[in-house]
């Protein structure tokens, strides 16, 4: 068996046995804590899951949001979304980042981004990365439509 075939082989049996990390369950977290915004078992879960210098990046203002930023405007969205809801549709982990598609969905009580939803609901689209090193995530980027849940809330 030449030094090219050993190499191989011990990578195949690497992978067969899941000997790289699924970082997936980690990742997890994040989206149990935005369906449960209120819970102090989630928040600590999402503490445990995240990197104590997490930035969370939103857009392009360079404002981004540390990790205690992040669980107070989660927080936030709790108290004028109880129903919030965070499902996760589709996770792909490639190295150190892990993609989701997910789809975010709710039923404002008060208004929301100066929308008064007066009942309705919404149902968007929003995709993640998130970079992890040493099983914990350091660095999420994440996009949500939150232009068509503002429309859904006016009814147009």
């Known amino acids: 068996m030449t030094l090219k075939s050993l190499i191989a082989s011990a990578a195949v049996a690497t992978m067969a046995t899941g000997a790289f990390a699924d970082d997936t369950a980690t990742v997890t977290a994040f989206y149990d804590l935005l369906s449960n915004p209120g819970s102090e078992s989630h928040v600590s879960a999402f503490v445990d899951a995240t990197d104590e210098n997490w930035v969370s990046v939103g857009d392009y203002s360079v404002k981004n949001k540390s990790r205690d930023a992040f669980i107070g405007q989660v927080g936030g969205f709790g108290k004028v979304i109880p129903d919030l809801?965070?499902?996760?549709?589709?996770?792909?982990?490639?190295?150190?980042?892990?993609t989701v598609r997910s789809r975010a969905s709710g039923t404002p009580v008060a208004p929301f981004f100066g929308v008064d939803g007066q009942g309705r609901g919404f149902d968007i689209m929003t995709i993640d990365i998130h970079q992890l090193k040493d099983g914990k995530i350091v660095k999420s980027w994440h996009v949500e439509d939150w232009a068509g849940a503002l429309q859904q809330l006016s009814g147009k």
């Open 85 to 98: 809801n965070w499902s996760v549709q589709d996770m792909h982990q490639a190295g150190e980042f892990v």
